[in-house]
């Protein structure tokens, strides 16, 4: 083991990278068929999600018991931060390429087509004479019919203060850890995790009373397509640190970790402040401006 003679723990034998690889390319395989009208495609999708879900299962819960049995030395877990690091900063890019397209829509595109500045002095006269460039919008010719916004203060920041008193919550659990205090650990870790899950339910309603009563939709110009593309994905990204946090919840009521070795607990926190971050971003951007 890596811990007993001090080199680089290698896993043998392992069957989940390449049950992940079957799991991408069939739920990947059904969506193109799906895109090209094929009955079967809705099927295809579900059996590569159920091989996906079973190989994260799975494969980290061999990296937990590795990680129990004292498989890993400091070596590995310098390499896990690193891994966790960089995948937070992918996701970062991810959301930079929304807000990018939100920004140029919003400062570049719809002044243009309306005729404003020197990218708009031939565009708007040839393309959509008589547009006015407001924000938000259906689109040129009202493309995407008449529709109402979210206010900010209302779900919106209700929200905002959920994800913020649950960035504050996972700390105080974080705390608990290191202070050795099992149980105001996995008492803050509920709290975090229900304010997740409450979060998560006030979206849900937000995005039934969006489509249902103010006919904003994934077609409804370039605003709906944007602000579902955002606040959908991070609903996801929230969906994915509450699983995260209930996973390190049940450890912790398990005995695992100590106040020296825990960094997937810290894993799942940096990925919980990640996720408030980025909503502070969308409640400024996308909601109130």
């Not at 994800?163 to 974080?174: K, M, Q």
């Not at 991070?234 to 919840?249: A, E």
């Amino acid at each position: 083991m890596a811990a007993a003679n001090g080199g680089y723990y290698v896993p043998h034998g392992t069957k989940w990278p390449i049950m992940g690889s079957i799991g991408m390319f069939t739920l990947l395989g059904g969506f193109a068929m799906l895109l090209n009208g094929n009955s079967s495609a809705n099927w295809i999708m579900v059996a590569g999600t159920v091989i996906i879900v079973v190989m994260i299962i799975g494969w980290f819960g061999t990296v937990i018991g590795e990680s129990e049995s004292g498989a890993y030395n400091a070596q590995v877990d310098i390499s896990f931060r690193q891994g966790m690091l960089w995948f937070i900063l992918s996701e970062v890019l991810f959301f930079a390429a929304f807000f990018g397209a939100l920004f140029y829509a919003r400062i570049y595109s719809v002044p243009w087509l309306a005729g404003e500045g020197a990218g708009g002095m031939m565009t708007g006269p040839l393309l959509w004479p008589g547009f006015e460039g407001t924000w938000p919008t259906n689109g040129p010719g009202d493309i995407g019919g008449t529709f109402g916004t979210i206010p900010a203060f209302g779900i919106p920041f209700i929200n905002t203060v959920i994800l913020i008193s649950s960035g504050g919550t996972v700390t105080l659990a974080h705390w608990a850890l290191k202070n050795n205090d099992r149980g105001k650990l996995c008492w803050w870790l509920f709290v975090t995790v229900a304010l997740g899950l409450l979060f998560l339910a006030l979206q849900a309603y937000e995005f039934a009373y969006a489509y249902g009563d103010l006919n904003l939709t994934l077609g409804s110009g370039v605003y709906g397509s944007t602000f579902f593309m955002l606040t959908g994905f991070h609903g996801l990204h929230v969906t994915i640190g509450v699983i995260m946090l209930l996973v390190m919840l049940i450890r912790s009521m398990r005995g695992h970790f100590t106040p020296q070795n825990h960094f997937a607990f810290e894993a799942a926190a940096w990925y919980w402040h990640f996720v408030d971050v980025v909503w502070i971003g969308l409640f400024i951007f996308v909601y109130w401006f």
